[in-house]
T-cell receptor
């Protein structure tokens, strides 16, 4: 079974600084997707960024980018120019790429604090 | 706008009672999922469905059941609520496309006393 590990329960960053959240995963598949979801205090789960395993280029979405290291099975999220609104729980998630099995496996989450 | 709604948003119940959490989506998605969120565990899959009359067990399905009689709804039933089922429950849906993005409801907080 696939597993997703987030080894940082909590992280803190100053406003306008850069922070990197770590995620590793274990799979024997070659075709898969990786996701970062944000959960603010409202509890709503919001997709931040998605990476397709067959793409070597790291995904970026505005201030959010990933460092995808397929051989190392590592998928870290970098938040640049951190803002107060980035404070949230962040979940890394894995999905197999084949078939209709769109169910996601989530990590345990990293709580990000943003300070002034 | 299409959306996915859960009800109730908050519920307190007693041990042994049957509880049903509703999930309704207007995305017309075939795939629907129920997750529970607990501190230190992230989100864990309870049950999922790939279409009408299809249901499947996830990794933490004991004590839960679902039914899928139409595309829009996937109610989650706790047959006999236990204190270990105190949690926040999320319903999600996807269209089954290759990218597999999940769209989540706002969550239902259930407390079992």
């Amino acid at each position: 079974a696939q597993t997703v590990t987030q080894s940082q329960p909590e992280m803190s960053v100053q406003e306008a600084e850069t922070v990197t959240l770590s995620c590793t995963y274990d799979t024997s598949e070659s075709d898969y997707y990786l996701f970062w979801y944000k959960q603010p205090p409202s509890r709503q789960m919001i997709l931040v960024i998605r990476q397709e395993a067959y793409k070597q280029q790291n995904a970026t979405e505005n201030r959010f980018s990933v460092n995808f290291q397929k051989a190392a099975k590592s998928f870290s999220l970098k938040i640049s120019d951190s803002q107060l609104g980035d404070a949230a729980m962040y979940f890394c998630a894995y999905r197999r790429g084949t078939g209709t099995a769109s169910k996601l496996t989530f990590g345990t989450g990293t709580r990000l604090q943003v300070t002034l | 706008d299409a959306e996915i709604t859960q009800s109730p948003r908050h519920k307190i119940t007693e041990t042994g009672r049957q509880v049903t959490l509703a999930c309704h989506q207007t995305w017309n998605h075939n795939n629907m999922f129920w997750y529970r969120q607990d501190l230190g565990h992230g989100l864990r899959l309870i049950h999922y469905s790939y279409g009408v009359q299809d249901t499947n067990k996830g990794e933490v399905s004991d004590g839960y059941s679902v039914s899928r009689s139409n595309t829009e709804d996937l109610p989650l039933t706790l047959e006999s609520a236990a204190s270990s089922q105190t949690s926040v429950y999320f319903c999600a849906s996807s269209d089954g496309a290759r990218t597999g993005e999940l769209f989540f409801g706002e969550g239902s907080r259930l407390t079992v006393l």
